[in-house]
T-cell receptor
């Protein structure tokens, strides 16, 4: 079956613009996670969804970042007024239930010029 | 503060040789420890998972150890292959209701012919 997919695979934008990153989790997975990975670093937690609700959004760096999962499947990470420091790989992962193995997507590479 | 530290930062070995990667963590309450392999441009993939009571786990040529008393783990790779070239990330799960993951920065392994 299909794994976690993310689109776009690469995104280049200008400082101040708005971007949306999409994650399609594995079908049937109730838990979905967003991470941000800077060059040479491990992923950093951003937000966790259980079903449609954000169960933990403590990793979001500021109010420019927002994520939704309206139907409990696909999720969108939204970044407003992008800054150069937002440049990173944004990884999405899903798991069948909370606490179980997380399966990662290939990531979206965001570059803010 | 929950932290995971890995060493070395990078490592170069010749094909066929063995190597050992180290991980120290200060995560509480501890739930489990995983080693992930991340190929360049891809999302992390889980190699092994160990809970508090397990002190060794093997997956093919990969053997992970865990000393919960000293809060240390190692990943030993036997008879390395060129395809082992990747980043290896130690990930500790904090028992916070849904097993929040704390990632190390990874060890970047290069296997040369």
């Amino acid at each position: 079956g299909a794994g976690v997919s993310q689109t776009p695979s690469n995104k280049v934008t200008e400082k101040g613009k708005y971007v949306e990153l999409r994650c399609d989790p594995i079908s049937g997975h109730t838990a979905l996670y967003w991470y941000r990975q800077s060059l040479g670093q491990g992923p950093e937690f951003l937000i966790y969804f259980q079903g449609t609700g954000a169960a933990d959004d403590s990793g979001l760096p500021n109010d420019r970042f927002f994520a939704v999962r309206p139907e409990g499947s696909v999720s969108t990470l939204k970044i407003q007024r992008t800054e150069r420091g937002d440049s990173a790989v944004y990884l999405c992962a899903s798991s069948l239930n909370q606490g179980e193995t997380q399966y990662f997507g290939p990531g979206t590479r965001l570059l803010v010029l | 503060k929950n932290q995971v530290e890995q060493s070395p930062q990078s490592l170069i070995i010749l094909e066929g040789k063995n190597c050992t990667l180290q991980c120290n963590y200060t995560v509480s309450p501890f739930s489990n420890l995983r080693w992930y392999k991340q190929d360049t441009g891809r999302g992390p993939v889980s190699l092994t998972i160990m809970t508090f009571s397990e002190n060794t786990k093997s997956n093919g040529r990969y053997t992970a150890t865990l000393d919960a008393d000293t809060k240390q783990s190692s990943l030993h790779i036997t008879a390395s292959q060129l395809s082992d070239s990747a980043s290896y990330i130690c990930v500790v799960s904090a028992h916070s209701g849904y097993n929040k993951l704390i990632f190390g920065a990874g060890t970047r392994l290069a296997v040369h012919p």
